[in-house]
T-cell receptor, first 114, second 114 residues
Framework: AQSVTQLDSQVPVFEEAPVELRCNYS??????LFWYVQYPNQGLQLLLK??????LVKGINGFEAEFNKSQTSFHLRKPSVQISDTAEYFC????????????FGRGTSLIVHP | DTGVSQDPRHKITKRGQNVTFRCDPI?????LYWYRQTLGQGPEFLTY????????KSRLLSDRFSAERPKGSFSTLEIQRTEQGDSAMYLC????????????FGPGTRLLVL
């Protein structure tokens, strides 16, 4: 069975600084990878996803992520964060050729300080 | 389309009571998912439907939980004889039936069992 590890439960950062949120997965087969964002009292919203092709994926709000198969990682990055990026971020994995059901990580709380 | 909607947004009930939540997916989506999310955790899969057929249920899903999607449109999730441990956010998501397809989440129903 696949699993997702988000090593950092909380990441504090100053406004306009770069940020990286880490995600590692374990699976013996090919996977699809997703990053979702959840603002307070709201549902999850897709930031970006990797299905195939280029390992560098660009998403909404200036975020990007890089799929690294050898390190089984899919870290999320933004070169300059804004106060409005303060939210919970979830990494998820779906096994290629399996069920459609994603496995989510525990989430990383991004806190952007002025 | 206004996206995935859920009703109610909040529910407070006493232990032992039954509760029912409703989810209205995006109209052209044939897949509908229910998740449970507790504080500090990612969404945990409960069950999913393709059209009106319930295709999979989590092994963690108690017999007190039942879900329906009678006409392949909206879905209901019922919890019988609620327990304090059922307190959580219940999320609904919908998607097209394609592997790697994006799931669109509703705002959730927050349940508090006293």
């Amino acid at each position: 069975a696949q699993s997702v590890t988000q090593l950092d439960s909380q990441v504090p950062v100053f406004e306009e600084a770069p940020v990286e949120l880490r995600c590692n997965y374990s699976s013996s087969v090919s996977v699809y990878l997703f990053w979702y964002v959840q603002y307070p009292n709201q549902g999850l919203q897709l930031l970006l996803k990797y299905l195939s092709g280029s390992t560098l994926v660009k998403g909404i709000n200036g975020f990007e992520a890089e799929f690294n198969k050898s390190q089984t990682s899919f870290h999320l990055r933004k070169p300059s964060v804004q106060i409005s990026d303060t939210a919970e971020y979830f990494c998820a994995v779906v096994v290629s050729g399996g069920s459609y059901i994603p496995t989510f990580g525990r989430g990383t709380s991004l806190i952007v300080h002025p | 389309d206004t996206g995935v909607s859920q009703d109610p947004r909040h529910k407070i009930t006493k232990r032992g009571q039954n509760v029912t939540f409703r989810c209205d997916p995006i109209s052209e989506h044939n897949r509908l998912y229910w998740y449970r999310q507790t504080l500090g955790q990612g969404p945990e899969f409960l069950t999913y439907f393709q059209n009106e057929a319930q295709l999979e249920k989590s092994r963690l899903l108690s017999d007190r939980f039942s879900a329906e999607r009678p006409k392949g449109s909206f879905s209901t999730l019922e919890i019988q004889r609620t327990e304090q441990g059922d307190s959580a956010m219940y999320l609904c998501a919908s998607s097209l039936a394609q592997l790697g397809e994006t799931q669109y989440f509703g705002p959730g129903t927050r349940l508090l069992v006293l």
